[in-house]
């Protein structure tokens, strides 16, 4: 006796959570659009690169987990702005004509 799946199971991703839930998408896009929450996180990360920048004048052999760990606070900001963005399909080309290389 074989199983076949009536219907593909597919695990939604946190972001397709986020998006499909009751949140209001909307209103996050209000807040990361807001140019008083983008200067908190300029300052915010100037905050974090000054710490890191004290701490590898203390011990000079983190200074490359010190840029791993600045890297990793931009790619958090990042997904966090790009929360309520979903994926555009990109446009497909228009079919070629055929040419008559014979003409």
Same mark, same amino acid.
């Given at each position: 006796?074989?199983?076949?799946?009536?219907?593909?199971? #597919?695990?939604? #991703?946190?972001?397709?959570?986020?998006?499909?839930?009751?949140?209001?998408?909307?209103?996050?896009?209000?807040?990361?659009?807001?140019?008083? @929450?983008?200067?908190?996180?300029? @300052? %915010?990360?100037?905050?974090?690169?000054?710490?890191?920048?004290?701490?590898?004048?203390?011990?000079?052999?983190?200074?490359?987990?010190?840029?791993?760990?600045?890297?990793?606070?931009?790619? @958090?900001?990042?997904? @966090?702005?790009?929360?309520?963005?979903?994926?555009?399909?990109?446009? #497909?080309?228009?079919?070629?004509?055929?040419?008559?290389?014979? %003409?």
């Amino acid at each position: 006796m074989s199983i076949i799946p009536q219907k593909i199971i #597919t695990n939604e #991703t946190p972001k397709e959570r986020f998006q499909n839930s009751g949140l209001s998408v909307g209103n996050h896009r209000n807040i990361v659009d807001n140019a008083d @929450f983008q200067k908190a996180c300029d @300052f %915010a990360l100037l905050e974090y690169s000054h710490k890191l920048a004290l701490n590898a004048s203390q011990a000079p052999d983190r200074s490359g987990i010190n840029g791993l760990k600045l890297a990793g606070a931009h790619e @958090f900001l990042a997904e @966090f702005r790009n929360l309520s963005e979903k994926a555009q399909a990109l446009p #497909t080309a228009p079919p070629m004509p055929q040419l008559n290389h014979r %003409a």
